[in-house]
């Protein structure tokens, strides 16, 4: 699956994972990685990183717990 699967390249501006990650304490992108297994357990994200910050923001994003709520403001239609 693609790292961004709400399309584009870099993460994109979408006010539902702006809300969820505000309420996480969390990156968009760290959002978005914990989504997909949250969505679907067929899913696995494999994110590229380009820096040891960047990785380090996805190895956290593992310890991200997306709540029904979230996954429900996440797929509610934009």
């Known amino acids: 699956m693609p790292y961004f699967p709400l399309g584009g390249f870099g993460v994109p ?17 760290q959002v978005l990685l914990a989504g997909l297994p949250a969505l679907s357990p067929a899913m696995l994200a494999i994110p ?3 820096s040891p ?26």
Do not use: F, K, M, P
């Open 13 to 29: 501006e979408d006010d539902r994972v702006g809300r969820v990650a505000e309420r996480h304490g969390a990156t968009a992108a």
């Open 48 to 50: 590229g990183t380009s």
């Open 53 to 78: 910050a960047h990785l380090e923001e996805n190895i956290a994003a593992a310890g991200l717990r997306l709540t029904g709520d979230d996954l429900a403001v996440l797929t509610a239609a934009g």
